[in-house]
């Protein structure tokens, strides 16, 4: 992919974290359901790393390898024209290096930014301390900048999603992860798993950069988020999951019913797809 073309897609999704309303970001999963998504006129996309995952027989967690991720994100990448930001989990690795190495592999594939969490195990005693994560984004922030691209890094902590610590203190101590995050190059922040209004409010007013937030149910209304200044809403893996109940829920009345009927109910025709797709058979994989 063309750097300034791909720098260009960089500052143009730093901006959307800027607008005036606040950045609505689906997650995709694979070129089809990208395609669909700019198709339907979202001016950027996200990938989910839970939904990437899934797709290829793991679990989430970072089971996946970097290189197998990578290769996914690159093949959406080349194949909208829309940026693409990638959800790249914890890095990839446990040091400095490996998150070099992670950031390099992400831009020469194409993508303009990425989520970096900072737990890397399946429980509270895998996160990452302050310091070495702080270690990590500056290294990626810099890495991305001497290969021209200002890439933009969504610099999350799992404190409320995980959850991690006692309840009393974790306001505290992810407005503490989330402003030292910022201090050291992340140019969005998120917060998983808080869906009070007033907390979400608080969070902002006290990370002073822009806040991202998991949608879910019991988040307020997007008007709302918008209202007190939330920067961008992700879906992360729901709009994955959406998809494989309409799997589940066609799968089941094919069997109950003996009819496939319902089955056509809604879907996306068959001359779209096709028309969507990369029209020679190496163009997605330039």
Not at 11 to 24: I, S, V
Not at 69 to 93: H, K, Q, S
Not at 138 to 150: D, M, Y
Request: proline share 6%.
């Amino acid at each position: 992919m063309d750097i300034r073309n791909q720098a260009q897609k960089a500052e143009q999704f730093r901006k959307l974290h800027h607008g005036p309303r606040t950045l609505l970001l689906p997650n995709a999963w694979d070129v089809a359901s990208a395609r669909i998504l700019e198709e339907c006129g979202h001016p950027a996309i996200a990938t989910s790393s839970a939904a990437v995952a899934f797709s290829l027989g793991y679990p989430d967690g970072q089971r996946i390898s970097r290189d197998e991720m990578l290769e996914v994100c690159g093949r959406i990448a080349r194949a909208v024209n829309i940026p693409v930001t990638a959800d790249l989990e914890a890095g990839y690795g446990s040091t400095v290096k490996d998150m070099l190495d992670t950031v390099k592999a992400a831009i020469a594939a194409g993508i303009i930014g990425m989520n970096l969490e900072d737990v890397t195990g399946d429980d509270e005693s895998s996160q990452v301390p302050i310091s070495l994560q702080v270690e990590k984004i500056r290294a990626i922030v810099e890495t991305a900048k001497s290969l021209g691209v200002p890439f933009v890094l969504n610099a999350r902590t799992d404190v409320y999603l995980m959850p991690i610590g006692p309840e009393a203190t974790r306001f505290e101590r992810t407005v503490e992860r989330l402003r030292a995050y910022r201090d050291a190059g992340a140019s969005c922040l998120f917060a998983p798993g808080v869906y009070d209004r007033d907390t979400i409010a608080k969070l902002l007013k006290a990370a002073e950069a822009p806040l991202n937030i998991l949608a879910n149910p019991a988040c307020p209304p997007i008007a709302e988020l918008e209202r007190i200044g939330v920067a961008r809403v992700s879906a992360g893996s729901g709009l994955m999951r959406a998809a494989m109940g309409t799997v589940q829920r066609v799968a089941k009345e094919i069997l109950e019913k003996r009819s496939f009927d319902t089955m056509f109910v809604g879907a996306t025709p068959y001359v779209d797809l096709n028309r969507m797709m990369p029209r020679r058979a190496n163009e997605a994989n330039a």
